[in-house]
């Protein structure tokens, strides 16, 4: 483990945002304060959902600095940030990309990781996600908790939040029933693909909704 202390909800939360941000959309990285408090606020892809103040958010920016786990630059008009969390925590992107996901979503099976990283690292199977997750648990960043009743797969959480940052019905819950045979997916596995496919949907209609602006501004017809 390393030397940081405990963070917080929202610190991990930040973090998270800044790692997803640099993937998905990368012409707008580094964040401003106010694109970063948007993504912690988020209301798709976040697990719990939050409503966290621009004060709140830049206390919790001027704490990950002294921690180096985000650097600010003065480009622009406006300060941005980013985050540093590989170089802090000494581990390759696709542990980032874990860890980032833990983070904004909660506990989750490798299988929901292998989904809901997808933007940010392609893994190849199932077993490339277990793989880094068993070298993160020997850093004692993750930890497996208790299969739930009726997965196939256990769960996943980070420690970055201390133990006990992790619900309590996720780190005691035991298998009352056997694991299911077969490839079909998960409840929660869908449950990640829906979320995938809403966030996808409400990006569509931001980008309908700017391209018909640009259609007005240059008074060119609609597209159809």
Request: net charge negative; charged share 20%.
């Amino acid at each position: 483990m390393s030397n940081l202390p405990i963070l917080s909800l929202l610190e991990t939360r930040v973090v998270g945002v800044l790692v997803e941000k640099q993937h998905t959309v990368p012409d707008t990285y580094p964040l401003t304060l106010n694109s970063l408090v948007s993504g912690c606020n988020q209301k798709t892809s976040r697990d719990p959902v939050i409503e966290a103040s621009e004060a709140e958010v830049q206390a919790v920016i001027d704490h990950l600095k002294a921690l180096s786990l985000v650097v600010e630059s003065s480009g622009g008009r406006v300060m941005r940030y980013a985050h540093n969390a590989g170089k802090v925590l000494n581990v390759p992107g696709q542990s980032v990309a874990i860890l980032a996901v833990l983070f904004l979503r909660g506990p989750q099976t490798p299988g929901e990781l292998r989904i809901n990283t997808d933007r940010l690292h392609k893994f190849g199977d199932i077993s490339a996600v277990e793989g880094f997750l068993d070298e993160l648990a020997e850093r004692g960043f993750v930890r497996q908790l208790a299969r739930q009743p009726g997965s196939r797969e256990a769960r996943w959480a980070h420690l970055l939040s201390g133990e006990s940052a992790i619900p309590a019905a996720a780190a005691t819950a035991e298998s009352s029933q056997p694991a299911r045979d077969g490839d079909s997916l998960t409840a929660g596995e869908l449950a990640a693909i829906k979320a995938n496919v809403d966030h996808l949907q409400a990006e569509v209609a931001s980008l309908k909704e700017t391209v018909a602006r640009l259609c007005k501004e240059l008074g060119v017809p609609p597209l159809s």
